[in-house]
C-alpha cells in the first residue's frame, strides 16, 4: 500500500505547491481535485497538465488520480447527463496528460426514480470504455447524495456495470457518516472490488460531525487497515484531509498531513 496526498487538503495552493508538500512529506503520488477553484479546474490545457505530471514525477510524486466532480451521469434530461458524462471523459484526458492511471466517479445521483438505476450502469459502461481505451480505471466511490452511498450499493452496481476498468473507491468515512452500515459489512461486502482507499476521520461532538486527523475519531482504523493488508490490497491509500470543507476544524495541512501518516504507517 503506497500513501498518497489528496488536493483536499490544500485549498488555496496550487497544483505545484500541492505535490512539492506531499513529496516533502514522503508521499508516493497525488490525488488532483478537478474542480474550479481547485487545484486542476477542468479547463485546465492539456499542454498544462502534461507540464505538471513531469513536474509530479520530478518530485518523486507522481499524479495518481484526478478527481471531477460529475454528479449527475444518470440525469432524466439528456442534456445534464450528456454534460456529466463529456466532464469525467475529459477528466479521462487530463489522467492521460498527468500521467495518472486513475479517476474517481460518482455512483450517480441519488435518485429513486425507477430508471435511475439503468441509467447510471449504462453510463458507467460508457465511461469505462472511454476510460479502457485510455488504460484507466474508474473509481465509484461510496458517497454521500449518490446512488452509491453504502458498500453494498456500491458492490451491487460495480457488479452490474460488470467491467473491468471499474473498481470500488472504498471511503469508510463516508459511510459511518452517512449510514447505517456497519463498518464491517461496507468492508467485507466490497472486498475483491477495492482499487483504492480514501483515508479521513471524523468525531462526533454534540450530535455534530467535526473533522479530525486520523485516529483521532470513530473510524476504526486500527481495525480496517490491518483487515485491507491481509485481504492482499495493494493499491493507494490517498487521504482525503477535508481542509478544503472543514478550514476551521483541522491544522494546517503540513502537520495534519503528517500526524495522519505517522498513524496510518504503524499499521503498514
Known amino acids: 500500500m503506497e500513501l498518497i496526498g489528496h488536493t483536499m487538503a490544500t485549498p488555496g495552493r496550487s497544483a505545484r505547491a500541492a505535490v512539492a508538500l506531499f513529496a516533502e512529506l514522503g508521499f508516493a503520488g497525488a490525488e488532483l481535485v478537478c ?3 481547485m487545484a486542476l479546474p477542468p479547463d485546465t490545457p492539456l499542454d498544462e497538465a502534461r507540464a505538471l505530471g513531469e513536474f509530479a514525477r520530478s518530485c518523486a510524486c507522481p499524479i495518481r488520480t484526478v478527481t471531477p466532480y460529475a454528479w449527475e451521469i444518470n440525469s432524466a434530461d439528456p442534456a445534464t447527463q450528456a454534460a456529466s458524462l463529456a466532464l469525467l471523459r475529459h477528466a479521462c484526458d487530463l489522467a492521460v496528460a498527468l500521467g495518472a492511471s486513475c479517476v474517481r466517479a460518482y455512483g450517480g445521483k441519488e435518485d429513486h426514480e425507477a430508471g435511475a438505476g439503468h441509467r447510471t450502469v449504462a453510463a458507467l459502461r460508457e465511461a469505462a470504455a472511454y476510460a479502457a481505451e485510455r488504460e484507466l480505471t474508474i473509481l465509484v466511490e461510496n458517497h454521500p447524495g449518490t446512488m452509491t452511498r453504502t458498500g453494498i450499493a456500491t458492490r451491487r452496481l460495480i457488479d452490474e456495470v460488470a467491467h473491468a476498468n471499474v473498481r470500488a473507491l472504498y471511503d469508510p468515512a463516508n459511510v459511518l457518516a452517512d449510514t447505517d452500515e456497519p463498518w464491517e459489512t ?34 476504526p482504523w486500527a481495525e480496517i487497515l490491518p483487515q485491507l493488508r491481509d485481504s492482499g490490497f495493494d493499491g493507494c491509500l490517498s487521504f482525503e484531509y477535508e481542509k478544503m470543507w472543514y478550514p476551521d476544524q483541522l491544522p494546517e495541512p503540513e502537520v495534519g498531513l503528517r500526524r495522519c501518516a505517522e498513524f496510518v504507517r504503524q499499521f503498514l
Do not use: N
Open 35 to 37: 474542480r474550479d477553484g
Open 186 to 219: 461496507t468492508l467485507s461486502v466490497q472486498l475483491g472490488t477495492i482499487a483504492y482507499v480514501h483515508v479521513k476521520d471524523f468525531a462526533r461532538v454534540d450530535g455534530t460531525r467535526r473533522a479530525c486527523c486520523v485516529g483521532d475519531g470513530i473510524v
